[in-house]
């Protein structure tokens, strides 16, 4: 009898796990196999093999030595506030459900949060307040008895007089393992923040295991220095991102607008991506519950603005005429881009635009302004997927639609802000135009990171520079051009592939923008994946670096000037509004202690704010233009 009994417990030790209910399914049955390697009995999931069933290249195994299991971590600090994601692989149903955070004082290190590991997504999430952030502090997350990842809280580099910012997007899942090249070149460059525009994976349904698998390439350069990451369509499992405030997509393409997989995973993906970024401005869900992220970030004297530029945008079927062989692509040499910006449309949404007015007048402790978001306010690709295949216009970008479009480069060129972006595969440097060319901001949009998914091209079709080429360049298009939704846009340097199936003439990439705030400029780089900055490589993609001033942000010409102001010292913000029309026409930090004459763009009356931080503390009415 005893013998039995010892058979049975052993027997019950040796049993595999059961997973509790709530794990199975936890996106509904519509979607059963969503996440299916992080949920469920996830031990016993195999990824698929390459080439069968058209799986392509598995992810890492979720399967890890049990002090191994806090994958990564990211951060960012502002405020006082710390917030920090510690992204863990699959739980064991018996393991703890708890992470905990420790930082070193002196040589101690001291727990200062314990919170619960999140499901699905295995996340977890700590938010510190009362953080200095005028020192460099050790932390390191906890799990258990022996699992741990370190890293270091950076002090804000106040006192820096040039801010590093390293800009990247699309990391192809379909080349998987480490990505060495890049991580040496960031290592060494050692960047102030890292800006990850979107497309951190492609693994569509497997966001988790993607999720896991970027943070493994990039982890060594993240877990010491703040870091913004934004989702974009393909980590949340589209083709393209339509959001419409949130809305049910009906279609697997997402041309109706809206989102196609669940709440619960679009939430998930948004939670492990960006939690950790500074509290958003306004935190109310969109439609559905759908969370919202976009905020800002400060660091050292330069102040960045976080965009959702996919999550109000609208879907084109059914809204505008459709001129393509799908809802989103314009091949038709005939069509007139007026047909397609129609009333009703939107691109950032009122939301986001009343984020970006009141960000334009907070300056405390800011020096600098700029944007960042996933995609680009212009089409500057010719070719798409094939070096062959030539649209005329791809809605997917941010071009479309052009008042939208307009309207959120008028918000940037108020501050003077350039654009940091992503998403096209193509590395670009352009300055917008609005009612003219060279009216608008600078904007980098960064390569691909691994360019195996989808390669573009700047190929105008006449082969000729536009008006203005740069001079003494060493690129034969550049100038001033219309893109294909009549957006005027001026080439200032693009990174086109050579050889698409070759992988070191895929021009693979990302960008650095460096910010000069003594010097009031920002210059513009674009480095290859297989340069190495170690060794001493330069070798920039032809056409960078670029170096401009941060005032030519704003390209518009006075055609007058207001009265001269005596500035009070210190630095002081000043704010000129249109009296018709109640709109800002720009808002600028000077330094304080002598006279200023603002510049105005037209004839008219004008009210002037100043003060110091934000301009509430002085209005000067009905101002109007004199003679110089």
């Not at 393991?95 to 420790?102: I, P, S, T």
């Not at 993906?269 to 401005?281: G, I, K, N, T």
């Not at 944007?371 to 306010?377: I, K």
């Not at 740069?470 to 080439?491: A, E, F, I, R």
Request: with cysteine; aromatic share 10%.
């Amino acid at each position: 009898m005893r013998s039995i009994c010892l058979c049975l417990l052993t027997a019950a030790l040796n049993a595999a796990p059961v997973p509790p209910p709530e794990t199975v399914q936890p996106f509904g049955k519509d979607f059963p196999n969503l996440d299916g390697l992080a949920v469920g009995a996830w031990w016993e999931k195999k990824a698929p093999v390459k080439g069968k069933g058209g799986a392509g290249n598995p992810p890492p195994t979720m399967q890890v030595a049990r002090d191994q299991v806090i994958a990564f971590a990211l951060y960012t600090q502002q405020s006082g506030v710390l917030k920090l994601t510690a992204q863990l692989y699959p739980l064991y149903p018996e393991e703890a459900k708890v992470a905990r955070l420790e930082v070193k004082r002196g040589e101690a290190w001291i727990e200062v949060a314990q919170v619960p590991i999140k499901f699905p997504g295995w996340s977890a999430h700590f938010r510190v307040e009362g953080w200095d952030g005028s020192v460099d502090v050790a932390y390191r997350v906890r799990h258990g008895e022996s699992a741990k990842f370190e890293g270091l809280i950076r002090r804000d580099p106040i006192d820096k007089e040039t801010i590093v910012v390293a800009n990247m997007s699309c990391n192809s899942s379909r080349t998987t393992g480490e990505r060495p090249e890049i991580l040496g070149n960031l290592l060494h460059q050692n960047p102030d923040l890292l800006f990850f525009a979107g497309d951190q994976t492609y693994r569509h349904t497997e966001h988790t295991a993607g999720w896991i698998e970027f943070g493994l390439q990039f982890r060594d350069v993240m877990r010491d220095r703040p870091t913004i990451c934004i989702p974009d369509d393909h980590d949340v499992g589209h083709p393209n991102l339509w959001g419409e405030g949130g809305k049910r997509s009906e279609r697997r393409d997402n041309s109706d607008g809206g989102y196609y997989y669940p709440v619960a995973y679009v939430n998930m993906v948004q939670r492990q991506q960006a939690w950790h970024l500074p509290d958003a401005f306004d935190p109310t869900p969109v439609q559905r519950g759908i969370s919202v992220y976009y905020t800002r970030l400060k660091v050292g004297g330069m102040d960045f603005a976080i965009l959702e530029d996919r999550k109000f945008k609208s879907g084109p079927l059914g809204k505008i005429p459709e001129q393509g062989p799908r809802p989103d692509h314009v091949t038709d040499a005939k069509y007139d881009p007026k047909s397609i910006d129609l009333p009703g449309l939107q691109l950032l949404g009122e939301r986001q635009l009343n984020f970006l007015a009141a960000w334009s007048l907070d300056w405390a402790g800011v020096r600098r302004k700029a944007v960042l978001s996933a995609t680009a306010f212009v089409g500057a690709v010719h070719m798409h997927g094939r070096r062959d295949d030539r649209l005329l216009a791809d809605l997917d970008c941010n071009g479309w639609p052009q008042s939208g479009r307009n309207e959120a480069l008028r918000a940037l060129r108020r501050v003077q802000a350039v654009h940091l972006c992503g998403d096209q595969h193509l590395g670009v440097t352009v300055k917008h135009g609005i009612e003219a060319f060279g009216d608008g901001p600078y904007a980098l949009t960064s390569p691909a990171l691994v360019n195996t998914i989808y390669g573009r091209w700047w190929h105008p079709q006449d082969e000729k520079a536009g008006p203005n080429a740069v001079t003494g360049g060493p690129l034969p298009w550049t100038g001033d051009y219309l893109d294909g939704l009549g957006n005027k846009m001026s080439m200032l340097a693009y990174a086109n592939p050579g050889d698409i199936q070759d992988e070191r003439q895929r021009a693979d990439g990302y960008g650095i923008a460096r910010f000069h705030l003594k010097r009031d400029q920002v210059t513009f780089e674009c480095w290859p994946r297989f340069s190495d900055s170690r060794k001493g490589d330069t070798q920039q993609f032809p056409g960078w670096p670029q170096t401009f001033a941060l005032a030519d942000n704003d390209g518009r010409k006075p055609t007058g000037y207001l009265p001269s102001i005596d500035l009070p010292i210190g630095p002081i913000v000043v704010q000129v509004i249109v009296e018709q029309t109640g709109e800002t026409l720009y808002v600028r930090r000077l330094v304080g202690g002598q006279a200023f004459s603002p510049p105005v763009f037209a004839p008219g009356k004008y009210t002037v704010h100043f003060g110091i931080g934000r301009p509430d503390r002085v209005s000067l009415t009905g101002q109007e233009p004199v003679a110089r």
